[in-house]
């Protein structure tokens, strides 16, 4: 376990290695990733060593402002209440939510032969050791002005002021001891707020109850329509378009499939693709930074949405169901039981785009961004839940390459998403 960590863009570099250097003279252990070495996981590494750390010491650049690595790691070191923002660049705005607390500059001590005596560098010192005290007061360091002087950047809260002003530096380190680990009503009480929209998207709880209400929705449309048995007269026309689209492939001989095929994709379709949902789920849920499981979260909800209107008002019957195909229902040769279970939440019109597809395709292009264990076996996986859905006679080839699109798609928007919901976290924990 490190006592620092350092969080940088590449471009600064050099700069970064001067601060751990000055660091690790006071003896604290520090990490940055010049400790990476090849052949390692280094998505996993930094996350274990940011979990790790008792002190994040973020560098703001120009760079690194643009850089979402520096943003995460800074919002975790941040929501740990272990934060020690610096500024490399002199007319540099930090980002929303760090522009309203006193700045030292230190540019002499950065620009010349870094002396270690710089009263500049012991301003940093001291925040370090409270941060490692567990008593940190919030406050930014500007490693870029003239000399030493202690001045405001940006509309600087009252208490913050004081201190900046003048106030007995030992103020600072008086400050409150971290709380007692809550009780039981209060853990009850947090777990509740959780169901208030903001905490639907910023807190693990709340992304988990995201996607229960996803499923719950899921369940209770299917049972809806299954009731209501709409199926347009148009349906028939997308259908012939579909068979069309697909002439030169064959489905005669559909009910010949060797026993291995049937058994292998039936597992594949009913049982890997809810077994690798829950893999991956469970992993970013684990993670020290909110951000992978919100991401997984928003995807399968934008997914969900994206695909409801389909399902309701332009149904689309499965492969096995149109006569005209020449398909069966491929799994009931190895026990109708399964599709049994499964039809309460796909219903037999909920065909275009393919659910299965976009979150399979949604699952592994999540595991490679955010480095999850043997990302290409997921891969591998993942795709024969994708050709089962074809080869089990479930889908047409529109309704997967529908599918596919929108889970690249929808991880995407995710993402975009969550870089504007952490500046909002970024602006409250400043308010």
Same mark, same amino acid.
């Given at each position: ?17 001067? /601060?751990?250097?000055?660091? %690790? ?5 520090v990490w940055w990733d010049r400790q990476l070495v090849g052949g390692q996981n280094f998505r996993r590494k930094i996350a274990e060593a940011l979990a790790e750390a008792r002190c994040v010491i973020v560098l703001w650049t120009e760079a690194s402002l643009e850089s979402n690595w520096v943003l995460d790691e800074a919002q975790d070191g941040l929501?740990?209440?272990? #934060? &020690?923002? &610096? ?8 980002? $929303? *939510?760090?522009?309203?607390?006193? =700045?030292?500059?230190?540019?002499? +001590?950065?620009?010349? !032969?870094? %002396? ?12 370090? %050791?409270?941060? $490692? %005290? !567990? ?27 004081? #201190? ?19 009780? &039981? ?14 905490? $639907?998207?910023? =807190? ?8 229960? /209400? ?7 449309? =299917? ?10 007269? +148009? ?8 068979? @069309? ?17 049937? *058994?292998?994709?039936? #597992? ?57 195909? *020449? ?19 796909? *219903? ?10 976009? #979150?399979?395709?949604?699952? /592994? ?6 480095? =999850?264990?043997?990302? +290409? ?7 024969? &839940? ?9 889908? @047409? ?21 969550d870089s504007r919901i952490r500046t909002w976290e970024l602006d409250a924990a400043a308010a």
């Amino acid at each position: 376990m490190a006592d620092v960590f350092i969080s940088y863009a590449h471009e600064d570099r050099a700069s970064a290695a001067r /601060i751990a250097a000055a660091l %690790e003279s006071r003896d604290w252990s520090v990490w940055w990733d010049r400790q990476l070495v090849g052949g390692q996981n280094f998505r996993r590494k930094i996350a274990e060593a940011l979990a790790e750390a008792r002190c994040v010491i973020v560098l703001w650049t120009e760079a690194s402002l643009e850089s979402n690595w520096v943003l995460d790691e800074a919002q975790d070191g941040l929501r740990r209440s272990i #934060l &020690v923002p &610096v500024r490399l660049a002199d007319a540099l705005e930090p980002p $929303l *939510g760090f522009r309203s607390f006193q =700045t030292t500059s230190l540019e002499a +001590w950065l620009a010349g !032969g870094g %002396e270690p005596d710089s009263p500049c560098l012991a301003e940093l010192f001291r925040a370090v %050791e409270r941060a $490692l %005290e !567990g008593t940190v007061p919030f406050q930014q360091l500007d490693l870029s002005g003239d000399g030493c002087a202690t001045s405001p950047a940006g509309a600087a809260r009252s208490d913050d002021r004081d #201190l900046g002003a003048g106030k007995d530096r030992k103020e600072a380190a008086a400050l409150p001891e971290s709380p007692r680990r809550p009780g &039981v009503r209060a853990r009850l009480l947090a777990r509740a707020r959780a169901l208030r929209p903001r905490h $639907l998207l910023t =807190t693990r709880g709340g992304l988990a109850a995201l996607l229960a /209400i996803v499923f719950v929705l899921n369940y209770l449309e =299917t049972r809806l329509e299954t009731s209501l048995g709409w199926s347009p007269g +148009w349906q028939a026309q997308v259908l012939d378009s579909f068979r @069309w689209f697909e002439r030169h492939l064959e489905f005669e001989s559909h009910d010949l499939a060797g026993g291995f095929a049937v *058994g292998g994709f039936t #597992l594949s379709y009913f049982g890997l693709f809810p077994l690798l949902a829950a893999i991956v789920a469970v992993e970013l849920y684990r993670r020290a930074s909110v951000a992978p499981f919100r991401v997984l979260s928003l995807s399968t909800g934008i997914n969900y949405a994206v695909s409801l209107p389909f399902f309701v008002f332009f149904p689309i019957r499965e492969r096995w169901a149109d006569p005209a195909s *020449g398909a069966m229902l491929l799994s009931d040769r190895a026990s109708s039981t399964f599709i049994e279970l499964f039809r309460p939440f796909s *219903g037999l019109d909920n065909c275009f785009p393919s659910f299965h597809t976009s #979150l399979t395709v949604a699952l /592994i292009v999540l595991g490679f961004l955010y480095a =999850t264990r043997l990302p +290409w076996c997921l891969a591998g996986l993942g795709l024969t &839940v994708v050709l089962s859905t074809f080869a089990l006679g479930i889908h @047409w080839l529109p309704d997967i390459v529908a599918g596919a699109a929108l889970g690249v798609v929808s991880v995407g928007l995710a993402r975009r998403l969550d870089s504007r919901i952490r500046t909002w976290e970024l602006d409250a924990a400043a308010a």
